[in-house]
T-cell receptor, first 111, second 114 residues
Framework: GENVEQHPSTLSVQEGDSAVIKCTYS??????FPWYKQELGKRPQLIIDIRSNVGEKKDQRIAVTLNKTAKHFSLHITETQPEDSAVYFCAATYSWGKLQFGAGTQVVVTP | DGGITQSPKYLFRKEGQNVTLSCEQN?????MYWYRQDPGQGLRLIYYSQIVNDFQKGDIAEGYSVSREKKESFPLTVTSAQKNPTAFYLC?????????????FGPGTRLTVL
């Protein structure tokens, strides 16, 4: 099956700085890579996703990059704000659309 | 995301009891999923269903059971065989199980064993 590793487990940044979260995956057949944001006690919500035929995707302050050769993908958040504080999960598809999730990154943005 | 509901929000179980968690969606999605979330870990797949009257085990199915008698409903039963059931349980749905399908999550049920 798929194995997804996510780093770092915690990330503390000053407001206005950038945050980068990295994930690696093992299944070369994976072709869809979503990122979810989960606030404390709430449901995960999709913030951005990327398909395997694209190397980079941006949505305002959020961007995701994908390197299929190296089997890694990253989330970039620029100009961080306190409301960006949450747990972020990467995921990769395997076997009929199932998702394998990383362990999560706790992001803390300090004013 | 309001198209997926879970109940109850909090559930307390005594040891040896079976409990059932409800998951309903009105998004007309074919696929539905159950995940377990423990502190410091990602979401782990318990069961999933691609169509009505069909479901498959995920990575941690032992001690759990499901049914899919209706397209909009996918209840999860936590049986007494599950030795450590205290966790946050999330239900999700997607249009199908093909690639590129976003999974939409319900608000979750927090289960605690007394």
């Amino acid at each position: 099956g798929e194995n997804v590793e996510q780093h770092p487990s915690t990330l503390s940044v000053q407001e206005g700085d950038s945050a980068v979260i990295k994930c690696t995956y093992s299944d070369s057949a994976s072709n869809y890579f979503p990122w979810y944001k989960q606030e404390l006690g709430k449901r995960p919500q999709l913030i951005i996703d990327i398909r395997s035929n694209v190397g980079e995707k941006k949505d305002q302050r959020i961007a995701v990059t994908l390197n299929k050769t190296a089997k890694h993908f990253s989330l970039h958040i620029t100009e961080t704000q306190p409301e960006d504080s949450a747990v972020y999960f990467c995921a990769a598809t395997y076997s009929w659309g199932k998702l394998q999730f990383g362990a999560g990154t706790q992001v803390v943005v300090t004013p | 995301d309001g198209g997926i509901t879970q109940s109850p929000k909090y559930l307390f179980r005594k040891e040896g009891q079976n409990v059932t968690l409800s998951c309903e969606q009105n998004l007309n999605h074919d696929a539905m999923y159950w995940y377990r979330q423990d502190p410091g870990q990602g979401l782990r797949l318990i069961y999933y269903s691609q169509i009505v009257n069909d479901f498959q085990k995920g990575d941690i199915a032992e001690g759990y059971s499901v049914s899919r008698e209706k397209k909009e409903s996918f209840p999860l039963t936590v049986t007494s065989a599950q030795k450590n059931p205290t966790a946050f349980y999330l239900c999700a749905s997607s249009p199908s199980t093909g690639s590129y399908n976003e999974q939409f999550f319900g608000p979750g049920t927090r289960l605690t064993v007394l």
